[in-house]
């Protein structure tokens, strides 16, 4: 079982930046591959940005440029580094995190979601 927590969010002004982080607990997984998504009010969940256990790295095309993201897999966390935000980045962002189980079964959790409001 993985939990995963995320913290980071908050309210910026457009061209201003914030880092999102993600940290995952609990016994027994091995993770393979932590993403970002984000839901703003009328969209679809969207991906943001994911990376691999080997870390290989993509992102969606309208963060590319503005958005890095990184592991720290001795901490199992994620991170999400934001820089010159626009109005329309505004969202809810959630963690994604794939991993294994103790029994080699492939899973998924989600973090509850930190809000994002990048006013113009």
């Known amino acids: 079982q993985v939990q995963l927590v995320e913290s980071g969010g908050g309210l910026v002004q457009a061209g201003g930046s914030l880092r999102l982080s993600c940290a995952a607990s609990?016994?027994?997984?091995?993770?393979?591959?932590m993403g970002w998504y984000r839901h703003a009010p009328g969209k679809q969940r969207d991906l943001v940005a994911v990376?691999?256990?080997?870390?290989?790295?993509n992102y969606a095309d309208s963060v590319k440029g503005r958005f890095t993201i990184a592991r720290d897999n001795a901490k199992n966390t994620v991170y999400l580094q934001m820089i010159s935000l626009k109005p329309e980045d505004t969202a809810v962002y959630y963690c994604?995190?794939?991993?294994?189980?103790?029994?080699?079964?492939?899973?998924?959790?989600w973090g509850q979601g930190t809000l994002v409001t990048v006013s113009s």
């Open positions: 609990g016994s027994g997984f091995s993770i393979f591959a």
């Open positions: 990376i691999t256990n080997g870390g290989s790295t």
């Open positions: 994604k995190a794939n991993y294994w189980n103790s029994v080699f079964h492939a899973l998924d959790a």
